[in-house]
Nanobody
Framework: QLQASGGGLVQAGGSLRLSCAASGRSFSNYFMGWFRQAPGKEREFVAA????????YYADSVKGRFTISRDNAKNTVYLQMNSLKYEDTAVYYCAAQPPFYSGYYYRDVSKYNYWGQGTQVTVSS
C-alpha cells in the first residue's frame, strides 16, 4: 500500500516536496516512480528511482527542477519539486514496479502494479 502526501497550492517559482510512504517488507526491491495527470490528459511519467537509489530517471520536462530520492529505512520515496511552473499542475501519483522488470519499463504506466491515491499539486501563475 502506498500513501502519497505533500501536495498543495504554490506560486510559480516555488517548491514542494512530495512523500510516498509504503507498507510492506520488500520496499527496497521495488523500482519506484512518480507520475502525474492533469485534467483531460493522460497520466505521464515524471521520475523514477531504482531500489537502491543509485539510478534515477526524469522526464525532460522536469529535469533539473525535480529530484527523486528514497529512504529505504523509512519505506519512503520523495519528490522534491523546485522552480515549479503552471504546467506542473496535476495530481501526482507514486507507484511501485515489481522487481522482475528490473526497471526496464520505468516510464510505462502499465508496468507499475501498486499505486498511491494521488496528491494534488496546483501552481498559480
Amino acid at each position: 500500500q502506498l500513501q502519497a502526501s505533500g501536495g498543495g497550492l504554490v506560486q510559480a517559482g516555488g517548491s514542494l516536496r512530495l512523500s510516498c510512504a509504503a507498507s510492506g517488507r520488500s520496499f527496497s526491491n521495488y523500482f519506484m516512480g512518480w507520475f502525474r495527470q492533469a485534467p483531460g490528459k493522460e497520466r505521464e511519467f515524471v521520475a523514477a528511482i531504482s531500489g537502491s537509489g543509485g539510478m534515477t530517471y526524469y522526464a525532460d520536462s522536469v529535469k533539473g527542477r525535480f529530484t527523486i530520492s528514497r529512504d529505504n529505512a523509512k519505506n519512503t520515496v520523495y519528490l522534491q519539486m523546485n522552480s515549479l511552473k503552471y504546467e506542473d499542475t496535476a495530481v501526482y501519483y507514486c507507484a511501485a514496479q515489481p522487481p522482475f522488470y528490473s526497471g526496464y519499463y520505468y516510464r510505462d504506466v502499465s508496468k507499475y502494479n501498486y499505486w498511491g491515491q494521488g496528491t494534488q499539486v496546483t501552481v498559480s501563475s
